[in-house]
C-alpha cells in the first residue's frame, strides 16, 4: 500500500483524539508480535489495536500463540535483520539481553513527558527501566496467585465463610475432601505448581522472607526454618489434589470449581475468562481471595511492549504513538476489562471492571504490598532451575533439607 | 558372453576416455548443492554449536570461553540425566513396537483381505495429523480420573487400573504408546511395499514345500526386507533423537520432569530460559552420543555391502 | 484354514479400533458443546450434532487480532508445499544417483555426514541459519523457507532415492554409460522415467512433513507467508487463554485433510510404488 493510500485509510478512520498527539503520527504502520490468540486475548488485543487506530496509527497484527515462540519469533525476526514495530515480552529480566546488545530502542520521551515516575509502581519500573533509560512499555498486570473458590462446591462441603488464613484454608479443604468433593483442583504442570509456591511463599512466608529468598537470593535465608515451613505447607497442599492432576491444563481444573465437583484454585486473574465463559459471575458463583490478611503481598507480573532498533524514522513515530497508546488510561482500563488483568496505573476509572479486579485495584493503592514475580528478580535461567525442583518436590518424596540445598545451589550463580 | 562383454567394455571406456575428464566433472557438479548444504548448514551449525557450549552465552552468543563449564553443569543436572534415561529407554521401546506393530499390520493386510484400503488409510491417517491435538487427546484417554480407566470401570471391570502416566517411572512407557500410534502407520507402509516386491513364485514354492507360513516369514522373507527394515531403522532413529512435540503435547515433560527428554531439555535453556550456552552444550552431547552408536553401524554397512550401492 | 482367516480378521480389526480411537475422540468432542466437555465424558457420544465448532475453527475462530480461523493460511501452505516437495525430491534423486552410480571419491563420506544431520534437532539451528539467511537476503521469505525445508529434508531425501538406485542393476547403468550417456543424459533418459514409484514414496513424506512444519515456517517464511499450521497452533495453544477444545479439534482434522488427502488419492501408488523395488534390498 503508498504511503497516501495509507494516509486516505488513517484520516477516514480517525476518531478525534484525548491522548496527547504526536505530529505527523497519521498512517504510522505498526507491526506487533505477541502472543493473546485466545478469544478473550483476541479482544483485548483489539483494544489496543482500536486505540492505536484511533491515533492515526495502522496496526498489523502479528500473533504468534505461546510467549516462547513468540518472543524467539521476536528475536530472530532483529537478527535476521527484518525487525517488528514492537514486540510482546513479559515484565521480567527476559528482555535483557536485548538491552544489552543494543538491540532496543529506548522510550525515553515518551516515559518523561507522560511522567511513567509519578503512576507507575516501582516494581514495575525497575523492570522497564535498565541502566536510567525506559526500554519497555507495560501493558498490564496480572496477579498469578489469586485463590478461587466455587461456591457451590463450599456450600456443598459446609464451608460458611471464605478461608482468611492458611490454617483455615486447609480447613476447608479438609471439609471438601470429606465431602466427597475435589479439595484443590490443579493442573499439574510446573509453571502452575510454581503459582502454588508463590501463592504459600507470600501467606505463609510474607514479604521479607519472599525478597530475601527471589530477590536477594540469601543462601542463609533458602535454607532457614521459615524457608523450611514454606516447603512444607507447600508440599502439603499437594496432598489435596485428585489423582488426575498431572499434565492437565489449567482450563480444566477451573472447570472442575465451574462443575461444582472441586472447591480451591491457586491461579492467576486470567482464570476469570473461563468463569465468564461458562456464564459464571463473581461474588455469586465463585470466591477469589487476593491473599490472607490485610498485609497480603500482591504480586505484580504482567506483558510489556519493547521496541527492536532501528532508524527508520517513520517506524520510530510509530514506537512512541504506540507507548503513548497503551499506557494511556482509557486505553488501560479497555484492555485489562476484557483481559483479565488490571491496569498499571491506579488513577483509572475502575467502575465498570469485576469485583475482583476492583480489589486489586484498591490492594494495589498500597504501595507496601506490592512484589514482584519471581520472573522479575531472577533471569530466565534462575527462575527456570528453581521451577524444575519445585516441580519435582511436588511430585516425588524428597527430603525437604534436600530441595533447600538445591534452590540455594540454583539460585546461587 | 561374459567375456565379450568385457571386452566390449573396455574398448568403450577407452574409447571414451578423452571425453571422461569432461564427465568426470559432472557428478562433483551436482552434489554441489549437497556439499553446500552438508558445511554451511549442518557441519557450519555444528561448529557454531560446539563454539557456543564453551563460552558464558545467554540469549545471545558471546565471545568468552569458558572451557568445558557448560558440559560440567550439563551433567550435574538430574533433569539431564534423567533425559537421556528416557531418551534410551523410548529409543529401545518405541523402534522395537513400531517395527514389530508395523510389520505384523503389513502382513495381516497382504493377506488378501477385504476393505484394503480402507484398513491402510486406518493405519496411515495418525501420521497427517498434528500432535499438538492428538497428543492432548492421549493424555486424556490416559488420564486415570477421565479417559480409558473411568470409561472401563463404568463398563463393568471395576479393577481395571492404568495409571501410567501419573507415575514417574512408567508415564515414559505412555508417550511411547502414543508415538507408536502415531508412527506405525508409516512404517507399515513401507514394510508393505518391501512384501510386494517379493515374488509370487517364492510363496508357491514355500507352499509346495509344505513350510509353515510363520517360518516363512521369519526364515525367508524377513532377510529379504533387509534393505527396508534398515532404511526404517534409520527413519525412525533420527524421530527418537529428535522426540519433542509428542512429550510436550502429552506431559510436558512431567509429571514434574519424569518424561523430559533431551531435545525438550535443549530446547528450554535455547528459548524459555535463554541459556543457548548449556542448550549447545546439550544438543552436542547428542550428536556425540549419536555419531558413537550409528557409527559403528554405518561402517560395519559399508565393509559388508560394498558401500551400500553397487560394488 | 478357516481359522486363520478369522484370526487375521480380528487382529486387523483389534488394531483398527486402537488406531480410531482418537479419531473418534477428536470427532465427537468436535461436535459437542463447551459445556458437555466440561463434564468430561471422553467417550461419550454428543447431545446434538453441533457443527459450530467447524465453522469456527474454519472462519471464526481467534487468531490474534484478526478472528477468521485457520482458512487464511491455506494457500500459503499450498505455496510453499509445491515448491518445497519439487525441488526436495528432485535434489534428492540426483544426489541418490550420483552416490549410488557414480560414487565420485569422498561422496560417501558426505552422505555420512549428512545422515549425521538427520539427527540435530531443529530447533538448535535455527539461530545460525537465521543468520546465514540473512546474509544472503532469504530471510523472512518464501524462496527462504524454500531453501529451509530443501536443506532439511536432503538427508531423508537422498536416502531414499541412494537406496532405491541401489537396487537397479549396474549394467544397466553401463550400458548407458557405453551407449555415450553423460550423467545429466542418462539421470533425465534413463533413470528419472525409472522412479516414479520412489518419487511418489518421497512426495507422500515431504508434502505431510512440511503441510505440518510449524517452527521452521514460523521462523523463516516471513509474515506475509505463514503456513496454516501457524494459524492452527494460534488457535490451540494459549499460556492463559480460554481454550476451547471442540474448535481446536476441528481446526486440527481440518488442518489434516490436505495430507489425509493425498494419502488417500496416492494410497495405491504408495503401495504399490515401493512394491516395484523402491526399498528392495
Known amino acids: 500500500m503508498s504511503l497516501k493510500k495509507l494516509c486516505a485509510v488513517a484520516i477516514a478512520a480517525a476518531i478525534p483524539l484525548s491522548i496527547p498527539a504526536i505530529a505527523n503520527a497519521q498512517g504510522a504502520k505498526a507491526e506487533v508480535i505477541h502472543w493473546w490468540t485466545s478469544g478473550g486475548e483476541s479482544a483485548a488485543v483489539k483494544t489496543l489495536a482500536d486505540a492505536y487506530r484511533s491515533a492515526g496509527g495502522i496496526w498489523v497484527d502479528t500473533a504468534v500463540a505461546l510467549g516462547e515462540q513468540a518472543r524467539s519469533v521476536a528475536i530472530n525476526r532483529i537478527v535476521g535483520g527484518n525487525p517488528s514495530t514492537a514486540a510482546q515480552f513479559n515484565t521480567s529480566k527476559q528482555f535483557l539481553d536485548l538491552v544489552e546488545q543494543g538491540m532496543l530502542n529506548p522510550i525515553d520521551e515518551v516515559a518523561l513527558r507522560d511522567g511513567w515516575d509519578k503512576f507507575l509502581p516501582e516494581t514495575i519500573i525497575n523492570a522497564v527501566k535498565v541502566k536510567g533509560h525506559y526500554y519497555a512499555a507495560p501493558v498490564n498486570i496480572h496477579m498469578p496467585a489469586w485463590i478461587w473458590t466455587s461456591k457451590a462446591a463450599f456450600k456443598q462441603a459446609g464451608i460458611a465463610a471464605e478461608p482468611r488464613t492458611m490454617d483455615e484454608l486447609f480447613a476447608a479443604l479438609d471439609k471438601l475432601k470429606a465431602a466427597g468433593l475435589v479439595p484443590l483442583a490443579h493442573g499439574g504442570q510446573s509453571w502452575q505448581d510454581n503459582i502454588v509456591f508463590t501463592a504459600v511463599l507470600t501467606n505463609v512466608g510474607g514479604r521479607d522472607l519472599y525478597l530475601k529468598v527471589l530477590r536477594d537470593r540469601d ?35 477451573t472447570a472442575m470449581l465451574i462443575a461444582g465437583k472441586a472447591g480451591v484454585q491457586f491461579m492467576g486473574d486470567w482464570a476469570k475468562g473461563e468463569f465468564a465463559l461458562a456464564h459464571k459471575e463473581a461474588g455469586r458463583d465463585y470466591g477469589c481471595i487476593a491473599g490472607f490478611g490485610p498485609a497480603a503481598p500482591y504480586i505484580i507480573q504482567g506483558d510489556v511492549l519493547v521496541f527492536p532498533k532501528t532508524s527508520n524514522a517513520e517506524q520510530i513515530k510509530a514506537q512512541k504513538l504506540l507507548a503513548t497508546v497503551v499506557t494511556a488510561p482509557a486505553t488501560q482500563v479497555a484492555f485489562s476489562a476484557k483481559k483479565g488483568s488490571i491496569p498499571i496505573r491506579t488513577d483509572v476509572d475502575s467502575s465498570k471492571m469485576d469485583i475482583c479486579a476492583q480489589q486489586g485495584i484498591a490492594i494495589m493503592k498500597d504501595k507496601t504490598r506490592q512484589l514482584g514475580n519471581g520472573e522479575i528478580y531472577l533471569n530466565p535461567d534462575q527462575n527456570g532451575a528453581l521451577s524444575d525442583i519445585l516441580t519435582n518436590y511436588w511430585n516425588r518424596n524428597i527430603p525437604v533439607e534436600k530441595v533447600q540445598r538445591d534452590i540455594a545451589a540454583a539460585l546461587r550463580n | 558372453m561374459q567375456l565379450l562383454c568385457a571386452i566390449e567394455r573396455s574398448r568403450a571406456v577407452s574409447a571414451t576416455t578423452s571425453v571422461t575428464a ?56 538430574e533433569r539431564w540425566i534423567l533425559a537421556l534415561q528416557n531418551l534410551a529407554v523410548y529409543g529401545v521401546l518405541f523402534i522395537l513396537a513400531c517395527m514389530v506393530v508395523g510389520f505384523l499390520l503389513a502382513v495381516f493386510i497382504d493377506q488378501k483381505v477385504r476393505g484394503e484400503g480402507a484398513l491402510r488409510t486406518i493405519f496411515l491417517y495418525p501420521y497427517a495429523m498434528s500432535f499438538v491435538a492428538t497428543g492432548l487427546v492421549w493424555q486424556w484417554v490416559l488420564n486415570p480420573g477421565d479417559g480409558m480407566q473411568r470409561a472401563f470401570r463404568q463398563m463393568g471391570w471395576e479393577s481395571f487400573t492404568f495409571e501410567w502416566i501419573i507415575e514417574q517411572d512408567r508415564v515414559i512407557y505412555t508417550v511411547v504408546i502414543a508415538a507408536v500410534w502415531q508412527a506405525s502407520g508409516l512404517v507399515m507402509a513401507l514394510m508393505l511395499a518391501g512384501l510386494r516386491g517379493i515374488d509370487e513364485d517364492i510363496w508357491k514354492a514355500t507352499r509346495i514345500d509344505g513350510i509353515p507360513p510363520w517360518r516363512v516369514y521369519v526364515s525367508i522373507v524377513l532377510p529379504m526386507l533387509k534393505s527396508t527394515v534398515a532404511t526404517v531403522f ?73 558401500g551400500g550401492g553397487h560394488a | 484354514m478357516k481359522a486363520a482367516r478369522i484370526g487375521v480378521y480380528a487382529f486387523l480389526i483389534f488394531a483398527a479400533l486402537f488406531f480410531l480411537a482418537p479419531l473418534y475422540i477428536m470427532v465427537v468432542t468436535s461436535l459437542k458443546t463447551m459445556e458437555e466437555i466440561r463434564l468430561g465424558n471422553l467417550f461419550a457420544l454428543p447431545q446434538g450434532l453441533n457443527f459450530d465448532a467447524w465453522r469456527a475453527a474454519w472462519s471464526e475462530a481467534c487468531t490474534g487480532v484478526s478472528c477468521e480461523g485457520v482458512r487464511g493460511g491455506f494457500w500459503n501452505s499450498v505455496l510453499i508445499v509445491v515448491p518445497s516437495t519439487l525441488l526436495p525430491i528432485l535434489i534428492g534423486a540426483v544426489n541418490g544417483y550420483a552416490l549410488s552410480f557414480w560414487r565420485p571419491r569422498g561422496a560417501n563420506v558426505l552422505f555420512a555426514a549428512l545422515m549425521l544431520g538427520a539427527f540435530i534437532p531443529v530447533q538448535v539451528m535455527v539461530y545460525p541459519l537465521v543468520k546465514v539467511l540473512a546474509a544472503v537476503g532469504l530471510f523472512s521469505s518464501l524462496s527462504g523457507i524454500v531453501a529451509i525445508h530443501i536443506i532439511f529434508s ?14 537397479i542393476p549396474m ?67 494459549t499460556t492463559t487463554g480460554e481454550r476451547l477444545y471442540n474448535v481446536n479439534m476441528a481446526a486440527t482434522i481440518l488442518t489434516s485433510l490436505v495430507p489425509l488427502l493425498v494419502y488417500f488419492v496416492s494410497g495405491r501408488w504408495f503401495v504399490r510404488g515401493i512394491a516395484a523395488g523402491a526399498v528392495k534390498g
Open chain 2, 234 to 306: 534409520v527413519l525412525l532413529s533420527t524421530g527418537v533423537v529428535k522426540v519433542f512435540d509428542s512429550v510436550v503435547a502429552m506431559t510436558q515433560g512431567g509429571p514434574g520432569t519424569a518424561s523430559d527428554v533431551p531435545a525438550k531439555f535443549i530446547m528450554d535453556h535455547l528459548f524459555g530460559r535463554a541459556n543457548i550456552a548449556l542448550a549447545s552444550a546439550g544438543s552436542i552431547v547428542l550428536l556425540l552420543m549419536v555419531i558413537a552408536l550409528v557409527l559403528p553401524l554405518m561402517i560395519a554397512r559399508n565393509k559388508t555391502s560394498g
Open chain 3, 154 to 167: 536432503m538427508p531423508v531425501m537422498t536416502l531414499l532415492f541412494r537406496n532405491y538406485y541401489a537396487a
Open chain 1, 219 to 253: 543462601a542463609k535465608a533458602i535454607q532457614s526454618e521459615a524457608f523450611k515451613s514454606v516447603l512444607l505447607t507447600f508440599k502439603r497442599l499437594q496432598g489435596y489434589v485428585d489423582k488426575g492432576s498431572p499434565g492437565r491444563n489449567w482450563n480444566d481444573a
Open chain 2, 22 to 77: 569432461r564427465r568426470r566433472n559432472a557428478p562433483w557438479a551436482a552434489l554441489v548443492p549437497m556439499a553446500l548444504t552438508v558445511l554451511v548448514a549442518y557441519l557450519g551449525t555444528t561448529l557454531w554449536s560446539l563454539r557456543v557450549s564453551l563460552t558464558s552465552s545467554r540469549t545471545f552468543p558471546n565471545d568468552d570461553f569458558v572451557g568445558l563449564a557448560q558440559y560440567q553443569r550439563l551433567f550435574e543436572n
Open chain 3, 171 to 237: 549394467e544397466l547403468f553401463n550400458a548407458a554409460r557405453i551407449d555415450g550417456g553423460g550423467f545429466w543424459r542418462i539421470f533425465a533418459q534413463l533413470m528419472l522415467p525409472m522412479s516414479t514409484p520412489i518419487v511418489i514414496v518421497a512426495a507422500i513424506m515431504q508434502i505431510t512433513g512440511v503441510w505440518n512444519d510449524y517452527i521452521l515456517g514460523l521462523v523463516f517464511a516471513g509474515r506475509d507467508n505463514l503456513p496454516m499450521t501457524v494459524q492452527l497452533n494460534n488457535v490451540i495453544n
